[in-house]
């Protein structure tokens, strides 16, 4: 059973910039697909940001793209994602996410693994 904790969550301003972190406990992190996702309230979950085993393949939602960054450090069990430019229709709760096996996915129903979710709020 893999945990994941995220942090870096907070209230900022239009404009502003958060960086999210999801540290796991399972040492074979490596081996895991990991993704970020987003919950507003009275909405479904939707993906974010994707990132294979070793960083060579990364996706993003149109939504965010040129505007968020999505990295891993392996050797640290951590997958981050750089949030730059907010938006007040960035507020939402956030999740990341593992997925075992190879094979990237916009599915949440894929992903194995879910931490707690980290509130980004973005004020106008």
């Known amino acids: 059973q893999v945990q994941l904790v995220e942090s870096g969550g907070g209230l900022v301003q239009a404009g502003d910039s958060l960086r999210l972190s999801c540290t796991a406990s399972d040492r074979t992190f490596s081996s895991y697909t990991m993704g970020w996702f987003r919950q507003a309230p009275g909405k479904e979950r939707e993906f974010v940001s994707h990132?294979?085993?070793?960083?060579?393949?990364?996706y993003y939602a149109d939504s965010v793209k040129g505007r968020f960054t999505i990295s891993r450090d392996n050797a640290k069990n951590t997958v981050y994602l750089q949030m730059n430019s907010l938006k007040p229709e960035d507020t939402a709760v956030y999740y990341c996410?593992?997925?075992?096996?190879?094979?990237?996915?916009?599915?949440?129903?894929?992903?194995?693994?879910w931490g707690q979710g980290t509130q980004v709020t973005v004020s106008s």
């Open positions: 990132i294979s085993q070793s960083a060579a393949y990364i």
């Open positions: 996410a593992a997925k075992m096996g190879y094979g990237s996915s916009t599915n949440p129903g894929t992903y194995n693994y």
